[in-house]
Structures are given as structure tokens and as C-alpha cells.
């Protein structure tokens, strides 16, 4: 029991050293190094208001990013052009794109016939968000990074300072660069900087494609690295982006870094320079710096070659090795294993249904904690949506508890149970995926969870199984899954591998913990301490990544492996299993209070997206809200004396809380269809005046291919009687669709202008209290209408 405490309060400890950020540095830091407080001038200047692409404020910040370039000594240019994005969203293609401007500045090296090295940030915000964290962070510590590099000497190659502008509207600064811009091809490495959140410390998420060269040298080059292969791994199969995407897939060498703590201040108007943590940029800017100092003063940039498994441990190391050598870990662990398995069957004797049963206890514990936290999740009564995980994030820090507590407390009660064999715990998580299933009659995964950690359950603990056997059976399954990923993605494998060989070195220690004495005991608590603060690394890089509670089995089952020993009690005894109980119990009262206190205050405001909706085909106008309405929203959409309802319109991706307003004359955007002399048609559309962007649908009678948009060759196929989107920013002359269409037939287009201004002569809506904030385009005028042409 005590040992138990001990493992779990230093593997807490241990996590949270991990955790934190390093201590910022002063502004009269020595030249050579990154000083937070040096870079945190130019967030300031950057991030003193929102500057999305194409504004007023974006030029401003435009000029200033120059003006600090030139003083840098830069070669500094704007490039401007088109950006362009294509994808298909559920089938449906949907075209962006506007006129960036890239600010790019060269600090010229010895060679500069030489491979270039780039660092990229990107200085445009999402409208409403002063965008501390993302971008300004990036892009003042880029100037830092420059400044620092000039006080070590003369590089031996150039450094490419790539400022991106149109980042938030599709990747478009980075897009037009690296497929368009003759400089692109000097680039021979990138070292891009983000955020997604105002805290936590920076990772080195993502690199370019066959990073073995990439790891060396970060490895080599970097005080305090945080990186790990999953997710690189996992970034490689998720559909979104930054601009780092645009020189991997051309194939660059590089590495992504960004934080992404208290995600709450994610493009939200609490991203302010007050709120960002220095300790963040700190960290940030220390690793970008290291990593490019160590590839513009080197002789030779690191080239593709095959891929490395590598994590942070516990103790701020980064260990990495090839693929291949993760069957070294697993042959290791697997003698260990063994070697704790003969002992104990010299001492105690082993019994293999014991091992079953442990395994399928583990299983339980695994499945039945996923089952678990989705439960707690839905019972926290927040939606899944941005708007309405707000809740959570409000209170980011009370609902990780919850979470971690109900984890760790389902874990202690699997492993407790097996001591003794009580049937009945096989409920707790089948029940537990039933009601997620009644909250939510879609989600048969919860269910499913829920009713197979039953099903499992019952076998587990059907009697009650010894610990050295029960703990056999973990470790086998831990060994089977680690084989499992080192055959189907070797570079995600350790994530398993490296907590079961510190639990199988446990093993062997103290004969598959057979022993109990003071000093087995030691090793056991100190290896599961280690593990703990290793899992919970994951467990917390979960939490942030996705609002996906079912993730949160991979960590349980990586402390389960070290922490099994120690969680199993001889025989039930009382104190410890009433442990994992009371956690739950806690874990409980926890998600009561996410759910029932609410959580908005001055520094985390409730969320209000309220826009002016001129809807020019019906001829009315509609107050609406873009998000769940609270009252100051609510207050604003009934100013004209009409009743809320639930409206659906084309412009909304679901039904929206809008009142009736008074309509009011605006002009629509100017859109002429054109058929040209060799058979192909020409689609313009200009915003309205001061309208920053332009959204449209369009749908042709007859297939169609596009050949251009905005004056980019881009061949996208059109289907007859389909939506395609098309949104267009910054760009007053509007965008212009070359089509080529296979019959003759027409073509039908709605538009949507956004206006950032209330409409002139309606009661504009009252000042926010402290404790709500716009979003995004709040406070906007939307314009909307349909035209029809035939060619
Ligand atoms: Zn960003």
C-alpha cells in the first residue's frame, strides 16, 4: 500500500517535472542565446489586435515584421500572389484560396550557392483572435532566432527567414512559396514554428519524410528536447495541416514544432500577449534555435533516409534508435520475462490460469477505462463540437483531474479484483457503456467497449487469480501488443515496449514479485514511478490532441504493465483496494462539478458569434447566432423585437438560433458568367466593398472541369447537380474560375459576403459583459443570394 502511494506521488511528480516549461529569459540574456523576453516585443507589437489575412491590421503587422528584417540585416522582400487549397470535404470539393503576401528575408552565409535552411511562422491570425500564441509567437521568435545567429558569426549557408502570410485560410502563404515561388527551390531544410493553445512545453511534433538524419541532429543539437515518434507517426495519417505539410510533401527535410496547452486561448480572443506563456516561447524558440544554428553552421543539411523511433523520458533524454532495434528491446524484455517466470515458479509455483486471467484482467481494465471516461465525457453534458467543448476548456485544468483520476482509479480496481474475484465488478464498465449508448443512440463503439469489458470481466474474475500469475499474464499481452506494432508501425511500438521492459526488469528483480521485501518493493515502486511519469506524458498528450476519451486506454495500459504488482494486493488486502473505489468516487465528484459549475470568467468568456444575415433571395434579414446563444447573445437577437428560433439556411452547416431582423440595403457582390470564344467559360465574382472575403457555392447543370482559379492552372473536376465551395480572401477584383464545361447547360451560384461591421442604422449590439467574448467574425454583416447563367 505504501509502496503503491509512493510510486503513484512520484510518478505525479515526475510527470509534472516533465511537464513544465523552462524559465524564460530576460531581455538581457547574452546575445547569443534565445531570450523570451526579447521576442515577446514583437508579439506584442504583432498580437496588439486581430490580423487575418487581407486587413488593415495584417498590412500593419506587415510592415512592421519588414521594417524588423531590414534592421536585421535582411535581404527582405514581399511576395505577393495567389494561394490556393482543393480538397474534398465528405465528397464534395472545396476550393480556397486569395492574394497572400509572404514576407521573405535571406541573412546571406558564407556559400550561398548552398543549400538554404527556411525558417517559417506565419504572421496572419484568424479574424477575432490577436493570435499571440499562433502565430506571433513563431514569428517574433524567428527575429530572435536571427538576431541570435548573427551575434555567433556568419552562417555557412544562407537562413531563409519565411514569414507566411494566409496560414488560417487554407496553408495559402506556404502553398504559393513552396509550389510557385522560384526562391523555393534554394530551400534545403525547414524549421517551422506554431501553436495551438497559449501554453505548455514546445513539441517537436511532426518532420519531414525519412527523419533518421532529421533525429540525429535534433538529438544532438537540443537542451531540453520534447519529441516522440507516435506523433509523427499520427500526424502522418491525420487530414489537417500547417504550413509544414507543404515542404514535406515536397519532399524537405525538417522539423514542426509547437505547443499546444490551455488550448482554451486556441484562435480565441483570450490569445493575448498577457496570456501567452513565455516559458512556452522559451521553449520553443530555444529548440528552433538550436536546431537551426546546428544546420546553417554545418557543412552538410541532413538528408531523407530511414525513419528513427524516438521519445522523450523521463529526465529530459531523448533516446532514438532505428527501426530494427526495437526487436532488441522486445527479445530483452521477452528474457526478463522469462527469467521472472522461472523464478517464480521455483518459489511459488505459477499457474497458467492465473496468467489467462490476468491478461484478461488487463484487458478489462484497458477497454472498461475507455468506456469509462466516454461516459464521463458525455456526462459532463458539453457537445463535441469547438463551440461546445468550450466548456471544458474553460475548466481544462478540474476536468484533466477528473480524467486522470477516474484512469488511474479504474485501473487500481482492475488490478485489485484480480486478488479476489469478484464477478460483480464485470458491471461497473458494461453499465457504464449502456448508459453512453442511451445518452448517445449512435455511439455502438462506447457500447461495445462497454459490454466486451463485461464479457472479459467475467472470465477475469471468475476466482481470483495470484499475483505472479496474474502480473504474467499482463506482461505476455504487453509483449504481444509490442510485437504487434513493431511488425505494423515499428516507429509507434516503444510506446509499448519500453514500459514493459521496465516492468519486465521488475520481473525479473523480484521473481514476477513473488518477493516482497523492502527492497523488491523499492524496485517495483521506482520502476512504476518511472512508467507512471513516461504514461502520463501520453496520457496528457491525449487529453490535448483529441476530445477522444477512448484514447486515454493506451496510457492506462502503459502504467498498467509497471504498476500491476503494486495495484494487486496479496490476497484484497483492505486498505489498498478500496483504493482504485475512492478514485472513482473522486473522479465522480469531479465531473459533477465540470458539469454543474459553469465556468466562464474575464479570462475564459463564454463564446458569442452573432452576424447580421441579409438574406438577399427572400428579402429579409435574420439576427443569428453561429453558436450556442447565452444570454448577452440571446439579448442581441431579440433587438429587433423577434422571437428565437431554429433556422436552417445554406450559409450555416447546421441549424442556427436567428431572430427576425429589420432588413436592411446592402450591395451584393458583382458576378458575371462569360462564355469564352474557345468554348470555355469564365466565372468572376468581386466582393462587395470592404467585404475582406467572399464565399461561394456553385453547382453546373453539366459536368465541368475547372482549368484556373485566381489565375493558378489547377484541373478539378466538377460533377453536374453538386455543391462545390469556394471562398476567396483579401482580394478587392474578387477571383476568377476558368470552366470548361462538356455540354451546354448553366450554372447556379450563391454567395455569402462577410462585412465585418454591423449593418448601418440597426441597433448594434450592446457592449459585452467581461465574461463573454466575440469569436471569429462576430459582430459581422452576412450577405447572401443566388444567381443563375447559362451558356
Ligand atoms: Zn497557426
Same mark, same amino acid.
Request: hydrophobic content about 50%.
Given at each position: 500500500?505504501?509502496?503503491?502511494?509512493?510510486?503513484?506521488?512520484?510518478?505525479?511528480?515526475?510527470?509534472?517535472?516533465?511537464?513544465?516549461?523552462?524559465?524564460?529569459?530576460?531581455?538581457?540574456?547574452?546575445?547569443?542565446?534565445?531570450?523570451?523576453?526579447?521576442?515577446?516585443?514583437?508579439?506584442?507589437?504583432?498580437?496588439?489586435?486581430? !490580423?487575418?489575412?487581407?486587413?488593415?491590421?495584417?498590412?500593419?503587422?506587415?510592415?512592421?515584421?519588414?521594417?524588423?528584417?531590414?534592421?536585421?540585416?535582411?535581404?527582405?522582400?514581399?511576395?505577393?500572389?495567389?494561394?490556393?487549397?482543393?480538397?474534398?470535404?465528405?465528397?464534395?470539393?472545396?476550393?480556397?484560396?486569395?492574394?497572400?503576401? +509572404?514576407?521573405?528575408?535571406?541573412?546571406?552565409?558564407?556559400?550561398?550557392?548552398?543549400?538554404?535552411?527556411?525558417?517559417?511562422?506565419?504572421?496572419?491570425?484568424?479574424?477575432?483572435?490577436? @493570435?499571440?500564441?499562433?502565430?506571433?509567437?513563431?514569428?517574433?521568435?524567428?527575429?530572435?532566432?536571427?538576431?541570435?545567429?548573427?551575434?555567433?558569426?556568419?552562417?555557412?549557408?544562407?537562413?531563409?527567414?519565411?514569414?507566411?502570410?494566409?496560414?488560417?485560410?487554407?496553408?495559402?502563404?506556404?502553398?504559393?512559396?513552396?509550389?510557385?515561388?522560384?526562391?523555393?527551390?534554394?530551400?534545403?531544410?525547414?524549421?517551422?514554428?506554431?501553436?495551438?493553445?497559449?501554453?505548455?512545453?514546445?513539441?517537436?511534433?511532426?518532420?519531414?519524410?525519412?527523419?533518421?538524419?532529421?533525429?540525429?541532429?535534433?538529438?544532438?543539437?537540443?537542451?531540453?528536447?520534447?519529441?516522440?515518434?507516435?506523433?509523427?507517426?499520427?500526424?502522418?495519417?491525420?487530414?489537417?495541416?500547417?504550413?509544414?505539410?507543404?515542404?514535406?510533401?515536397?519532399?524537405?527535410?525538417?522539423? +514542426?514544432?509547437?505547443?499546444?496547452?490551455?488550448?482554451?486561448?486556441?484562435?480565441?480572443?483570450?490569445?493575448?500577449?498577457?496570456? #501567452?506563456?513565455?516559458?512556452?516561447?522559451?521553449?520553443?524558440?530555444?529548440?528552433?534555435?538550436?536546431?537551426?544554428?546546428?544546420?546553417?553552421?554545418?557543412?552538410?543539411?541532413?538528408?531523407?533516409?530511414?525513419?528513427?523511433?524516438?521519445?522523450?523520458?523521463?529526465?529530459?533524454?531523448?533516446?532514438?534508435?532505428?527501426?530494427?532495434?526495437?526487436?532488441?528491446?522486445?527479445?530483452?524484455?521477452?528474457?526478463?520475462?522469462?527469467?521472472?517466470?522461472?523464478?517464480?515458479?521455483?518459489?511459488?509455483?505459477?499457474?497458467?490460469?492465473?496468467?489467462?486471467?490476468?491478461?484478461?484482467?488487463?484487458?478489462?481494465?484497458?477497454?472498461?477505462?475507455?468506456?469509462?471516461?466516454?461516459?464521463?465525457?458525455?456526462?459532463?453534458?458539453?457537445?463535441?463540437?469547438?463551440?461546445?467543448?468550450?466548456?471544458?476548456?474553460?475548466?481544462?485544468?478540474?476536468?484533466?483531474?477528473?480524467?486522470?483520476?477516474?484512469?488511474?482509479?479504474?485501473?487500481?480496481?482492475?488490478?485489485?479484483?484480480?486478488?479476489?474475484?469478484?464477478?460483480?465488478?464485470?458491471?461497473?464498465?458494461?453499465?457504464?457503456?449502456?448508459?453512453?449508448?442511451?445518452?448517445?443512440?449512435?455511439?455502438?463503439?462506447?457500447?461495445?467497449?462497454?459490454?466486451?469489458?463485461?464479457?472479459?470481466?467475467?472470465?477475469?474474475?471468475?476466482?481470483?487469480?495470484?499475483?505472479? @500469475?496474474?502480473?504474467?499474464?499482463?506482461?505476455?499481452?504487453?509483449?504481444?501488443?509490442?510485437?504487434? #506494432?513493431?511488425?505494423?508501425?515499428?516507429?509507434?511500438?516503444?510506446?509499448?515496449?519500453?514500459?514493459?521492459?521496465?516492468?519486465?526488469?521488475?520481473?525479473?528483480?523480484?521473481?514476477?514479485?513473488?518477493?516482497?521485501?523492502?527492497?523488491?518493493?523499492?524496485?517495483?515502486?521506482?520502476?512504476?514511478?518511472?512508467?507512471?511519469?513516461?504514461?502520463?506524458?501520453?496520457? !496528457?498528450?491525449?487529453?490535448?490532441?483529441?476530445?477522444?476519451?477512448?484514447?486515454?486506454?493506451?496510457?492506462?495500459?502503459?502504467?498498467?504493465?509497471?504498476?500491476?504488482?503494486?495495484?494487486?494486493?496479496?490476497?484484497?488486502?483492505?486498505?489498498?483496494?478500496?483504493?482504485?473505489?475512492?478514485?472513482? $468516487?473522486?473522479?465522480?465528484?469531479?465531473?459533477?462539478?465540470?458539469?454543474?459549475?459553469?465556468?466562464?470568467?474575464?479570462?475564459?468568456?463564454?463564446?458569442?458569434?452573432?452576424?447580421?444575415?441579409?438574406?438577399?433571395?427572400?428579402?429579409?434579414?435574420?439576427?443569428?447566432?453561429?453558436?450556442?446563444?447565452?444570454?448577452?447573445?440571446?439579448?442581441?437577437?431579440?433587438?429587433?423585437?423577434?422571437?428565437?428560433?431554429?433556422?436552417?439556411?445554406?450559409?450555416?452547416?447546421?441549424?442556427?438560433?436567428?431572430?427576425?431582423?429589420?432588413?436592411?440595403?446592402?450591395?451584393?457582390?458583382?458576378?458575371?458568367?462569360?462564355?469564352?470564344?474557345?468554348?470555355?467559360?469564365?466565372?468572376?465574382?468581386?466582393?462587395?466593398?470592404?467585404?475582406?472575403?467572399?464565399?461561394?457555392?456553385?453547382?453546373?447543370?453539366?459536368?465541368?472541369?475547372?482549368?484556373?482559379?485566381?489565375?493558378?492552372?489547377?484541373?478539378?473536376?466538377?460533377?453536374?447537380?453538386?455543391?462545390?465551395?469556394?471562398?476567396?480572401?483579401?482580394?478587392?477584383?474578387?477571383?476568377?474560375?476558368?470552366?470548361?464545361?462538356?455540354?451546354?447547360?448553366?450554372?447556379?451560384?450563391?454567395?455569402?459576403?462577410?462585412?465585418?461591421?454591423?449593418?448601418?442604422? $440597426?441597433?448594434?449590439?450592446?457592449?459585452?459583459?467581461?465574461?463573454?467574448?466575440?469569436?471569429?467574425?462576430?459582430?459581422?454583416?452576412?450577405?447572401?443570394?443566388?444567381?443563375?447563367?447559362?451558356?
Amino acid at each position: 500500500m505504501i509502496a503503491l502511494i509512493l510510486a503513484l506521488v512520484a510518478g505525479g511528480w515526475i510527470a509534472w517535472l516533465s511537464e513544465r516549461t523552462p524559465e524564460p529569459r530576460p531581455a538581457d540574456a547574452p546575445p547569443a542565446r534565445f531570450s523570451a523576453a526579447r521576442a515577446m516585443a514583437d508579439v506584442g507589437v504583432i498580437a496588439a489586435r486581430p !490580423h487575418p489575412m487581407g486587413s488593415a491590421e495584417n498590412r500593419r503587422v506587415r510592415d512592421h515584421i519588414v521594417a524588423r528584417m531590414r534592421a536585421l540585416g535582411l535581404e527582405t522582400e514581399i511576395r505577393r500572389g495567389p494561394g490556393l487549397f482543393d480538397r474534398k470535404v465528405r465528397g464534395d470539393l472545396a476550393i480556397g484560396g486569395g492574394t497572400i503576401e +509572404n514576407i521573405v528575408g535571406v541573412l546571406p552565409g558564407r556559400d550561398r550557392g548552398a543549400s538554404a535552411v527556411a525558417v517559417m511562422a506565419h504572421y496572419d491570425s484568424v479574424p477575432g483572435s490577436p @493570435g499571440a500564441a499562433d502565430d506571433a509567437s513563431g514569428v517574433a521568435a524567428a527575429l530572435e532566432i536571427v538576431r541570435a545567429i548573427r551575434a555567433r558569426g556568419v552562417p555557412a549557408r544562407d537562413v531563409v527567414l519565411l514569414i507566411t502570410d494566409g496560414e488560417e485560410s487554407g496553408l495559402l502563404g506556404a502553398e504559393a512559396f513552396f509550389r510557385r515561388d522560384p526562391m523555393a527551390a534554394r530551400i534545403g531544410f525547414v524549421v517551422n514554428m506554431e501553436a495551438r493553445g497559449g501554453a505548455g512545453r514546445a513539441q517537436m511534433f511532426e518532420t519531414g519524410t525519412g527523419n533518421g538524419q532529421t533525429i540525429a541532429l535534433y538529438r544532438r543539437a537540443v537542451a531540453e528536447p520534447a519529441a516522440a515518434s507516435l506523433s509523427t507517426f499520427v500526424y502522418e495519417h491525420m487530414p489537417n495541416g500547417t504550413d509544414f505539410t507543404l515542404p514535406k510533401d515536397a519532399g524537405l527535410p525538417g522539423v +514542426n514544432l509547437a505547443f499546444i496547452g490551455r488550448q482554451f486561448d486556441y484562435h480565441s480572443a483570450t490569445s493575448t500577449p498577457a496570456n #501567452l506563456d513565455k516559458g512556452s516561447l522559451q521553449h520553443l524558440g530555444d529548440q528552433a534555435l538550436a536546431v537551426t544554428l546546428a544546420t546553417a553552421f554545418a557543412q552538410a543539411l541532413p538528408e531523407p533516409g530511414p525513419d528513427q523511433v524516438y521519445s522523450q523520458v523521463p529526465g529530459g533524454v531523448l533516446i532514438a534508435y532505428p527501426t530494427w532495434a526495437g526487436w532488441l528491446v522486445l527479445v530483452a524484455a521477452a528474457a526478463l520475462i522469462a527469467l521472472g517466470v522461472l523464478r517464480a515458479r521455483r518459489t511459488d509455483g505459477l499457474s497458467a490460469w492465473d496468467a489467462a486471467r490476468g491478461a484478461a484482467a488487463l484487458l478489462f481494465a484497458v477497454l472498461g477505462a475507455a468506456a469509462v471516461l466516454t461516459l464521463a465525457r458525455k456526462a459532463t453534458g458539453a457537445g463535441a463540437g469547438h463551440f461546445e467543448q468550450m466548456w471544458l476548456l474553460a475548466q481544462a485544468v478540474r476536468w484533466e483531474a477528473a480524467v486522470l483520476v477516474l484512469a488511474l482509479g479504474f485501473l487500481l480496481l482492475a488490478a485489485a479484483t484480480a486478488s479476489r474475484g469478484r464477478r460483480m465488478v464485470a458491471a461497473l464498465p458494461a453499465a457504464a457503456g449502456i448508459v453512453a449508448f442511451l445518452l448517445d443512440r449512435q455511439d455502438y463503439l462506447t457500447l461495445g467497449l462497454g459490454l466486451a469489458a463485461g464479457a472479459i470481466g467475467l472470465f477475469a474474475y471468475w476466482r481470483a487469480s495470484a499475483r505472479p @500469475g496474474a502480473w504474467t499474464g499482463v506482461l505476455l499481452t504487453g509483449l504481444a501488443l509490442a510485437a504487434f #506494432l513493431q511488425v505494423a508501425a515499428p516507429t509507434t511500438a516503444y510506446v509499448v515496449a519500453w514500459p514493459l521492459l521496465a516492468a519486465a526488469v521488475g520481473a525479473a528483480a523480484t521473481d514476477m514479485a513473488a518477493r516482497r521485501g523492502p527492497a523488491a518493493l523499492a524496485v517495483l515502486a521506482l520502476l512504476a514511478a518511472l512508467t507512471l511519469g513516461f504514461a502520463a506524458g501520453y496520457a !496528457h498528450a491525449a487529453y490535448l490532441s483529441l476530445d477522444l476519451m477512448a484514447l486515454q486506454a493506451m496510457p492506462v495500459l502503459m502504467a498498467a504493465l509497471a504498476l500491476w504488482p503494486l495495484a494487486q494486493p496479496a490476497e484484497g488486502a483492505p486498505p489498498a483496494r478500496l483504493l482504485g473505489p475512492l478514485l472513482l $468516487v473522486a473522479g465522480a465528484v469531479l465531473v459533477a462539478v465540470v458539469r454543474f459549475d459553469a465556468p466562464w470568467s474575464a479570462r475564459h468568456p463564454q463564446l458569442s458569434y452573432v452576424v447580421y444575415h441579409v438574406d438577399q433571395d427572400a428579402g429579409s434579414a435574420w439576427r443569428t447566432s453561429l453558436a450556442p446563444a447565452g444570454p448577452w447573445a440571446r439579448q442581441v437577437l431579440r433587438a429587433d423585437g423577434g422571437e428565437i428560433v431554429r433556422r436552417e439556411h445554406w450559409m450555416q452547416r447546421q441549424p442556427a438560433q436567428a431572430a427576425p431582423a429589420r432588413m436592411v440595403a446592402e450591395a451584393p457582390p458583382q458576378i458575371t458568367v462569360t462564355p469564352l470564344p474557345d468554348g470555355r467559360v469564365s466565372l468572376r465574382a468581386a466582393p462587395p466593398p470592404g467585404a475582406r472575403q467572399l464565399a461561394l457555392q456553385i453547382r453546373p447543370s453539366v459536368a465541368a472541369r475547372i482549368e484556373q482559379v485566381g489565375g493558378v492552372a489547377r484541373p478539378l473536376e466538377l460533377k453536374p447537380g453538386r455543391w462545390t465551395k469556394v471562398w476567396w480572401e483579401a482580394e478587392p477584383s474578387g477571383v476568377e474560375l476558368v470552366l470548361r464545361p462538356a455540354a451546354p447547360g448553366g450554372l447556379e451560384v450563391r454567395y455569402a459576403a462577410t462585412l465585418e461591421r454591423w449593418p448601418a442604422g $440597426v441597433r448594434p449590439p450592446p457592449p459585452r459583459p467581461a465574461d463573454v467574448m466575440a469569436f471569429h467574425t462576430s459582430d459581422s454583416t452576412v450577405v447572401t443570394g443566388t444567381r443563375r447563367f447559362t451558356w
